[in-house]
């Protein structure tokens, strides 16, 4: 019974060393008596026991690193408190493996270096400007020593850039006026725009009024010359008509009679006002005299 035990765990011990099933996305280093041998893949692998052995597992994963905080000096000689966040990936297990001892702080520290380096060549304005171009020079920088580890740099970004509190306070004012500074340059093109758009009613009010008034005197003008016309062809009418009339039998002496009617009116007026002198000619013949005159002028006006 003894003996059954003994050959149980055996052949326990047997198929554990010998069977070795690896998960996805992993890979795991196997050495055959203290030297590299093989990678296990995912899935179900065989090793001989107590010759192989795995030394190294690895995940292949995406893995988020927490880069330190570190203070940086800029170009302008400012200190700077930053911090990032690092994405790489194990893409040769081997070189992982036997590459560098401590793959995660020698690219925790490589990206630490990097970062110093970059920054020390930007002023302080552009490392808050820049911050894409920083990442990208990072990665540039790890991913070519971090071949040599088995690791592939996916990203580095930048989580926080904390300058100094006299800095801020500075960085602040400047904001503050600067705001300031647009609000009266809005303020002042305001007013401006102000003016401009009274001027420009103004203008066009004016305009509009002195339109009215010229319509107004050629409207006016229009009526007084259809008015005169109208009196015109009226009185030229009422005398086509006279001098038809004129031109009937009995005409001139109808025209002598209302003449003498109106000179008799005359006098009488004359006569009437007690304030007036009448001084009466001594020929009354000059009445009938003034009557064959008038007749003679409509004579040589008739139409022959």
Known sequence: MEYAIVLLAVAVIFIAQTIKVVPQQNAWVVERLGKYHTTLNPGLNFLLPF??????????KEIPLDVPSQVCITKDNTQLQVDGI??????????????????????????????????????????????????????????EAALNWGVKVLRYEIKDLTPPAEILRAM?????????????????????QEQINIATGE???????????????????????????????????????????????????????????????????VAADSTTTLVVPANMTEVSTLIASAMKMVQAQRPQ
């Open 203 to 269: 203008r066009e009010a004016f305009i509009a009024r002195s339109e009215g008034e010229k319509q107004a005197v050629i409207n006016n003008a229009m009526g007084e010359a259809a008015s005169i016309t109208a009196v015109a062809d009226a009185t030229a009418q009422a005398i086509e008509r006279v001098a038809a009339a004129i031109r009937q039998p009995g005409g001139e002496q109808a025209v002598q009679l209302k003449v003498a009617e109106k000179a008799v009116e005359a006098y009488s007026r």
């Open 172 to 192: 602040q004012a400047q904001i503050t006026a600067e705001r300031e500074k647009r609000a009266l340059i809005a303020a002042s093109e305001g007013r401006r």
């Open 86 to 143: 690092l994405y790489f990936q194990v893409t040769d297990a081997m070189r992982a493996s036997y590459g560098s001892s401590n793959y995660i702080m020698a690219v925790t520290q490589l990206a630490q270096t990097s970062l110093r380096s970059v920054i020390g060549k930007l002023e302080l304005d552009k490392t808050f400007e820049e911050r894409e171009m920083i990442n990208a020079q990072v990665v540039n920088a790890i991913d």
């Open 51 to 60: 010759i192989d052995r795995v030394a190294y597992k690895h995940s292949l």
